[in-house]
């Protein structure tokens, strides 16, 4: 007999996953090898830096709230992925390292900015949950739910009065410790697009190739000037709200049951059973990003502190 605890985890589960379920005919983008090893170097990139991350920050080396992004993978690649690096602007939220790595900004700079060090991108001021860069149109991360989204609308409106502008809702269905389908009474979040005159569009948030045709689609909307999109992505991350949440209140079957939906293990399968690339060239990836990691936290670590009498340079404009 099922507690009404139990019965809510069993009830919920069921209800996300019926949800992906039901998205199985969308149109994904085309897998051929360049895009094969492109999505899997830059979702491996993201998965790594963020386990490196876990491990600074267990070992007393990082500090503050790091909120990580493992599981979610899929979504920062397929849609930053599809758009045209330091042309398009692109706008965070607090759980910002793997978009600013998709975004093109160096591990070394979002690394150092997590150990709070001038060679930071956002000169070590800003830390895990504002990251920003200029030069690679991260117009940062916001620590606040939702107050990226005033900005992002601002600088599409800069752009064009038409608002050439895509929202993405990434839904992992858990808040810190409210699930989503108990938190509203509709859980279909890409279906209120049309109370804004929006199109609205639901995608597995666990294939990247799914978000990727997705993003191509409203990219393409945009720039023909036919308004917003909203996107909801349905995905699952796979640790705590941040790294100080114990993460007790997820039962252990749901986490099971998403880790076997890993967003990175689906795409080396088709690529691999795509013939686009051999298991030998993904480890020859990985290792590669291994390394790079490893230097970035060296040299983080290395870095010099920002200089205690520029403590209040870049609050105010200057001349």
Known sequence: MLTNQ???????????????????????????????????????LGRRFEDKCAEMYYRGKMFGFVHLYN????????????MKKKHDWFCSTYRDHVHA?????PSFEVMSELF???????????GSMHLFSREHHLLGGYAFIGEGIPVALGAA???????????VVENNKWAIGMAHDRATSNPEIWRKASAFGMHGEEVDGMDVLAVRGAAQR??????????????????????????????????????????????IKKLAK????????????????????DAEISESVKNAIEAPEPPSEELTKYI???D
């Open 116 to 126: 709070g060090k001038a060679t930071g991108c956002s000169k070590g001021r800003g």
């Open 71 to 82: 599981g979610q993978e899929a979504i920062s690649t397929g849609v930053i992925g599809a």
């Open 270 to 289: 088709e690529i691999i059973d795509g013939k686009f690339a051999t298991e030998e060239e993904l480890k020859i990836i990985e290792k590669k990003i």
């Open 6 to 44: 139990n019965f809510v985890k069993v009830f919920f589960l069921e209800t996300h996953v019926e949800r992906i379920s039901n998205l199985q005919d969308i149109k994904k983008a085309e897998l051929d090898r360049e895009t094969g090893l492109f999505l899997y170097e830059d979702m491996t």
């Open 157 to 167: 409106f800069s752009s064009k009065y038409k608002i050439p502008i895509i929202f």
């Open 218 to 263: 409203a990219i393409e909307r945009a720039r023909a000037g036919e308004g917003p999109t909203l996107l909801e992505c349905l995905t699952y991350r796979y640790r705590g709200h941040s790294l100080a949440d114990p993460d007790e209140l997820r039962s252990e079957k749901e986490k099971e049951f998403w880790g076997k939906r890993d967003p």
């Open 101 to 105: 790595l998709s975004a093109g900004v």
């Open 316 to 318: 105010w404009a200057e």
